[in-house]
T-cell receptor, first 115, second 115 residues
Framework: DTGVSQDPRHKITKRGQNVTFRCDPI?????LYWYRQTLGQGPEFLTY????????KSRLLSDRFSAERPKGSFSTLEIQRTEQGDSAMYLC?????????????FGEGSWLTVV | AQSVAQPEDQVNVAEGNPLTVKCTYS??????LFWYVQYPNRGLQFLLK??????LVKGSYGFEAEFNKSQTSFHLKKPSALVSDSALYFC?????????????FGPGTRLSVLP
């Protein structure tokens, strides 16, 4: 059973550019989460999917951020017109809707540096 | 609203000594409580959780945690610390009676185990 996979692991981009991160959850996990973590802080919730439906969004998810999970499997998080304040690690996590549904399992994260 | 406090930014302990990392929480309903560990430049790894049942829960790598409802605490403990336990530890809570999927994380506690 492979874990949550995130790509790319590191991304350096110029301010104003768009970036996209991909997350492949644990196989058969129908719940998928995106979190953001800045240096010295705990993860902050961004959004949650159950299958392909985006059921919750944090107010941290400004209109420059969009997340999709088109087929209920992998998910993408896109940041448009990046700003230096977007520099952070973006964490994806997944959980099963049935077995052990109360535990979320994280990927290794995608580091974003906006210069 | 849910919240988690980790009152210590840093905990230092000598190898072989017992360790405690503190966590207190606030939820309106019944809590699900979790501990995760993060090594440098990595994602979060699940250690243990409390859902219901025994107040003392055991997890990975010899860690355990005690749920105390009256003190709204969920402290992480280990009888004998290892240098390899040095990492960042996060406590998290999910409000069982709030049907949202937001797991709220504390700010983290850096554990340093000295040889």
């Amino acid at each position: 059973d492979t874990g949550v996979s995130q790509d790319p692991r590191h991304k350096i981009t110029k301010r104003g550019q768009n970036v996209t991160f991909r997350c492949d959850p644990i196989s058969e996990h129908n719940r998928l989460y995106w979190y953001r973590q800045t240096l010295g802080q705990g993860p902050e919730f961004l959004t949650y999917f159950q299958n392909e439906a985006q059921l919750e969004k944090s107010r941290l998810l400004s209109d420059r951020f969009s997340a999709e999970r088109p087929k209920g499997s992998f998910s993408t998080l896109e940041i448009q017109r990046t700003e230096q304040g977007d520099s952070a690690m973006y964490l994806c996590a997944s959980s099963s809707g049935i077995k052990d549904r109360n535990t979320i399992y994280f990927g290794e994260g995608s580091w974003l540096t906006v210069v | 609203a849910q919240s988690v406090a980790q009152p210590e930014d840093q905990v230092n302990v000598a190898e072989g000594n017992p360790l405690t990392v503190k966590c207190t929480y606030s939820v309106s309903g019944n809590p699900y409580l979790f501990w995760y560990v993060q090594y440098p430049n990595r994602g979060l790894q699940f250690l243990l959780k409390y859902i219901t049942g025994d107040n003392l829960v055991k997890g990975s790598y010899g860690f355990e945690a005690e749920f105390n409802k009256s003190q709204t605490s969920f402290h992480l403990k280990k009888p004998s610390a290892l240098v390899s336990d040095s990492a960042l530890y996060f406590c998290a809570v999910r409000d069982l009676d709030n049907y949202g999927q937001n797991f709220v994380f504390g700010p983290g506690t850096r554990l340093s185990v000295l040889p």
